[in-house]
């Protein structure tokens, strides 16, 4: 596999990530509206979460604003993907990681 096929494979499995991310964030801000949801990544591994609080100890934020409940799934999901691309969500070289 070329790194141009690898990374189109990673980045296709990030996508599907952040939508299943949104998928959950939604029905919490639906059953919650007050609840400040943040995005949570794991970093090398493409994970992505919307939540209250991390899942365990190995996540981090993407950013220190919480995500506004006042968006559509498609707006939470540009916000999501615009607010990882600084983000090391991605496997590293060293990582030992595959996308296959």
Partial sequence: ?????????QKKTLQANIAKAVDQWFVQACNNPALPQFIFYKPHTMQ??????????????STEAPISNAITKQQAWQVTFDSLRQCPVY???SSGVSAA
Avoid: L, N, R
Avoid at 1 to 9: G, L, N, R
Avoid at 48 to 61: F, L, R, T, Y
């Fill in 1 to 9: 596999m070329t790194f141009q096929q690898q990374y189109e494979q």
């Fill in 48 to 61: 992505v979460c919307i939540a209250a609080q991390a899942p365990d100890s190995g996540w981090d934020k």
């Fill in 91 to 93: 496997p590293s070289e």
